[in-house]
């Protein structure tokens, strides 16, 4: 477990321990989790592919914990536009597509929806690149410069359906979710494939004696099976993005439905303060936002009495 505010720190540039050597050995570790996995990511292994030692490597990076997420927000950098990876880093910049700069900066916009799906491509995209990313488990993860603007970006996406703060923010949260969980998937069927050398469809194609088993107790999956159901499988996240975004576009559809609530009702103000009145489901409507400024207003009337 990384010292949070020692994280925040090391991602955010504002501790002492910051610069090209930083730079070197997170560049480092990521190559080595591209090539060899996770797993194969320690100080001592750095340490021999820099030419370092490894207590100088800890004068730069406190702790593994801490490596991880440096590393993560590193190829987060990879859905920044070119031109703003340029500003914030010496680096050369990796190359994106313009399919995804549009979706980053809303230039060329092709609706919500569209723009929506490039972010989430881009983002399940970037996980197979690094599939090391699926194995970063940890809940509470502090973000980094990077990843802040990616979320950025997806939020000014979304915001423009118009939906309520709080929706726009479950929204990027929903589709982010379905692309970590898909990732995860992938990664798990290509590290499965290559340590046994077999696919996972030439895996379940080879169960016959599985599908010997079917018979009437299972009588959906049976005939679904005997129907082809299974033969030409449609791509999961292709299907379940788009599933996805359906039911954003029907939470939108339905909000444009719905009419203000200040605007389809006459709104009825406190006669003493001028707040609005909650309406009374029962009884006499209300004059008055509270007790207080009931009494208020009897005062009032009872010293201008003659």
Known sequence: MADVERSTALLWGTGTRRGLSLERIVRCAVELADAEGLPAVSMRRLAERLGFTTMALYRHVPGKADLLALMRDAVMAELTPTEARAEASTEAPTEISAEVASAATGSESRGWRADL?????????????????????????I???????????????????GLPP???????????????GAARKLALAA?????????????????????????????????????????????????????????????????????????????????????????STTGRPRTYCSPACRQRAHRRRGAAAP
């Not at 973000?143 to 359906?161: I, M």
């Open 143 to 161: 973000p980094g410069p990077h990843g802040v603007a990616s979320f950025e970006r997806a939020l000014s996406v979304a915001a423009r359906t």
């Open 191 to 279: 590290r499965t494939e290559q340590r046994t050398g077999v696919s996972d469809e030439e895996w379940w194609g080879a169960r016959s004696s599985l599908y010997d088993q079917l018979d009437e107790r299972y009588p959906t999956l049976t005939r679904l099976y005997e129907e082809g159901g299974y033969d030409a499988p449609l791509d999961p996240f292709e299907f379940g993005l788009r599933r996805v975004l359906d039911g954003v576009e029907a939470l939108v559809a339905e909000a444009g439905r719905q009419p203000d609530r200040n605007e389809s009702r006459n709104v009825t103000r406190c006669a003493a303060c001028g707040k609005p009145v909650e309406h």
């Open 166 to 180: 709080a929706q726009v923010i479950a929204v990027v949260t929903l589709v982010g979710d379905f692309v970590d």
């Open 117 to 141: 799906e490039a972010w989430a491509r881009a983002c399940i995209e970037l996980q197979q690149r690094h599939p090391w990313l699926a194995d970063l488990g940890e809940e509470r993860q």
